[in-house]
């Protein structure tokens, strides 16, 4: 029971690369999204989606796109990482099903460093 | 203002002690509430969810007052395992989207 995978742990970056942060879950969720927490910030959203096809922007959606081609994948792409996108990068997911009472499951973090 | 906005910390205690952290929350339409905890370096966990009527969970308590839009969380006999950092979290209506607040960092000392 996998839950919720995150790759790769740990990225290191030069400013103008581009990378993509993958999510994976097997649990069927309809909902998954992205964040990134930073020092005193909490975890702060950056996109959502709640289904294949469907995907929105979150609190901070700038320099970062996504994509929902399948309901298990929800990569995070940084076409020109800035140092200001250092950071730890978490994926969530959940059933959609009684959406607004059940819990985010989370992957183990990326984290990434934009030198 | 922020959408969730918790008490700063952090909050030093000792074994044994009672602690309670608040949460404001700002969307009057958000339905539905929970508490995360958060161990340095690692992925937020659920807690426990939060019911209109209050709820408890072993030493952990949550309490929702709507008309404030004010979460609590209280923690009873607290043990050196709970030290973390807990976060309050709102889901927002219409959209889907999950706010978490900047949490609050417990440290329990024996």
């Known amino acids: 029971n996998a839950g919720v995978t995150q790759t790769p742990k740990f990225q290191v970056l030069k400013t103008g690369q581009s990378m993509t942060l993958q999510c994976a879950q097997d649990?069927?969720?309809?909902?998954m999204s992205w964040y990134r927490q930073d020092p005193g910030m909490g975890l702060r959203l950056i996109h959502y989606?709640?289904?294949?096809?469907?995907?929105d922007q979150g609190e901070v959606p700038n320099g970062y796109n996504v994509s929902r081609s399948t309901t298990e994948d929800f990569p995070l792409r940084l076409l020109s990482a800035a140092p200001s996108q250092t950071s730890v990068y978490f994926c969530a997911s959940r059933t959609r099903q009684s959406a607004y009472n059940s819990p985010l499951h989370f992957g183990n973090g990326t984290r990434l460093t934009v030198t | 203002r922020k959408e969730v906005e918790q008490d700063p910390g952090p909050f030093n205690v000792p074994e044994g002690a009672t602690v309670a952290f608040n949460c404001t929350y700002s969307?009057?339409?958000?339905?539905?509430f929970f508490w995360y905890r958060q161990d340095c370096r690692k992925e937020p966990k659920l807690l426990m969810s939060v019911y209109s009527s209050g709820n408890e969970d072993g030493r952990f308590t949550a309490q929702l007052n709507r008309a404030s839009q004010y979460i609590s969380l209280l923690i009873r006999d607290s043990k050196l395992s709970d030290s973390a950092t807990y976060l309050c979290?709102?889901?927002?209506?219409?959209?889907?989207?999950?706010?978490f607040g900047a949490g609050t960092r417990l440290f329990v000392k024996a």
């Open positions: 649990m069927n969720h309809e909902y």
């Open positions: 989606s709640v289904g294949a096809g469907i995907t």
């Open positions: 979290v709102v889901n927002i209506p219409g959209g889907f989207k999950t706010i």
């Open positions: 969307n009057s339409a958000s339905q539905s």
